[in-house]
């Protein structure tokens, strides 16, 4: 069996009184695209440092391959390629001169690389620029290219697709596939853009509080959030529809805009329907839906949260859960 890409085994990470990431662990296997997500002062940020070496963990420990940070720093960082959020360079400085001054200091590191890099991130245009003249997203991506240059086995990319327009996404998205799938490079990432991500992972592990509350493949965090089929409902009043319908027939409801969702088998729906126009409302169209990550990763925050020992339970039969 291959050894893990990444094992963080029982992390805990303090910042004076606040416990920013509490005994967390994780797996990353090699050629996983893992997703991190959840919201602003989850501890994402902190666990994606402490991953990529700029902080070191209060207790516990994190493998990069089979290797302990406690017992070779070095070579962890050697195996591991890392983008902040905010990635800085030498602003007076093209791209290029960055990107050689960040080779010397790995050695070795191929001309012919480089410029491979600069090609497979679109960098063309920019790369004799200084640094100071780039846009937000062409600095991402120069940023991406430096994690890169060491041909790194585990590749941290914090906030990936923040700053880059439509097309600059689909072409990271498509470049990160494809060193996960033909040059087994696992990716541990963050991003807002759900759907992108949707699109991206292999799976996704959601973090509230500075705890994991859930780690599993997108479908499989759309079945435990949503265990019967979804119907989308045009109709009027929507507002007045969504409580009513939500006592009544004892069923999940959502208004989203002048339509409500509802978790329902479509066996269940003509009776919904009834309901509805016995009390007046005109329903003008139903259409039958499949839940997005963004709707399952509210719904495990917002309305119905799971403890990790529940939703270990939930994924025992698939996939491995870190």
Same mark, same amino acid.
């Given at each position: %069996?291959s050894?893990?890409a990444?094992?963080? &085994?029982?992390? @805990?990470?303090?910042?004076? $009184? !606040? @416990?920013?990431?509490?005994d967390i662990s994780?797996?990353?296997q090699?050629g996983?695209i893992?997703g991190l997500?959840?919201?602003?002062?989850?501890g994402?940020?902190?666990?994606?440092?402490?991953?990529g070496?700029?902080?070191?963990?209060?207790?516990?420990?994190?493998?990069?391959?089979?290797?302990?940070?406690?017992?070779? /720093?070095?070579?962890?960082?050697? %195996?591991?390629? /890392?983008?902040?959020? *905010?990635?800085?360079?030498y602003?007076?400085? @093209?791209?290029?001169?960055?990107?050689?001054v960040?080779?010397?200091?790995?050695?070795?590191?191929?001309? &012919? *690389?480089? &410029?491979?890099?600069i090609?497979?991130?679109?960098?063309?245009?920019?790369?004799?620029?200084? /640094?100071?003249?780039? +846009?937000a997203?062409?600095?991402?991506?120069?940023a991406?290219?430096?994690a890169?240059?060491?041909?790194?086995?585990?590749?941290?990319i914090?906030?990936?697709?923040?700053?880059?327009?439509p097309?600059s996404?689909?072409?990271? *998205?498509?470049?990160?596939?494809?060193?996960?799938?033909e040059?087994?490079?696992?990716?541990?990432?963050?991003?807002?853009?759900?759907? &992108?991500?949707e699109?991206?992972?292999?799976?996704?592990? !959601?973090?509230?509080?500075?705890?994991?509350?859930?780690?599993?493949?997108?479908?499989?965090?759309?079945?435990?959030?949503?265990?019967?089929?979804?119907?989308?409902?045009?109709?009027?009043?929507?507002?007045?529809a969504? +409580?009513? =319908?939500?006592e009544?027939?004892?069923? !999940?409801?959502?208004?989203?805009?002048?339509? !409500? =969702?509802?978790? $329902?088998?479509q066996?269940? =729906?003509p009776?919904?329907?009834?309901?509805? /126009?016995?009390?007046?409302?005109?329903v003008?169209?139903?259409?039958?839906?499949?839940?997005?990550?963004?709707?399952?990763?509210y719904r %495990?925050l917002?309305?119905?949260?799971?403890? *990790?020992?529940?939703?270990?339970?939930?994924?025992?039969?698939?996939?491995?859960?870190?």
């Amino acid at each position: %069996m291959s050894r893990l890409a990444l094992s963080v &085994e029982n992390v @805990t990470k303090r910042f004076g $009184a !606040i @416990t920013a990431i509490g005994d967390i662990s994780l797996s990353v296997q090699p050629g996983e695209i893992l997703g991190l997500l959840g919201p602003t002062g989850a501890g994402k940020s902190t666990l994606m440092r402490l991953v990529g070496g700029l902080v070191m963990p209060d207790k516990g420990d994190i493998l990069i391959n089979g290797v302990s940070m406690y017992s070779d /720093f070095e070579q962890c960082m050697r %195996m591991t390629g /890392f983008v902040p959020d *905010r990635p800085e360079f030498y602003s007076y400085m @093209t791209g290029r001169a960055n990107l050689s001054v960040i080779s010397d200091m790995y050695g070795g590191i191929p001309y &012919e *690389r480089v &410029e491979d890099l600069i090609e497979q991130l679109k960098l063309s245009v920019y790369i004799d620029d200084k /640094f100071s003249t780039y +846009p937000a997203g062409v600095k991402q991506r120069l940023a991406i290219a430096a994690a890169l240059l060491n041909s790194p086995r585990l590749l941290i990319i914090d906030e990936a697709l923040d700053g880059l327009d439509p097309i600059s996404v689909v072409d990271l *998205r498509r470049l990160l596939r494809r060193l996960a799938d033909e040059y087994g490079m696992s990716v541990l990432v963050t991003s807002h853009q759900m759907l &992108e991500l949707e699109k991206l992972c292999d799976r996704v592990a !959601i973090m509230d509080n500075g705890t994991l509350i859930g780690v599993g493949t997108v479908d499989t965090l759309k079945k435990a959030n949503c265990s019967k089929q979804r119907h989308k409902l045009l109709l009027d009043r929507p507002d007045a529809a969504a +409580p009513y =319908i939500c006592e009544a027939a004892g069923v !999940i409801t959502e208004v989203r805009g002048d339509s !409500i =969702i509802v978790d $329902a088998e479509q066996a269940m =729906i003509p009776k919904i329907i009834s309901m509805l /126009f016995s009390r007046g409302h005109l329903v003008y169209e139903v259409t039958p839906m499949e839940m997005t990550l963004e709707e399952a990763y509210y719904r %495990m925050l917002r309305l119905k949260p799971v403890t *990790r020992r529940d939703y270990s339970e939930i994924y025992s039969g698939g996939g491995y859960d870190g």
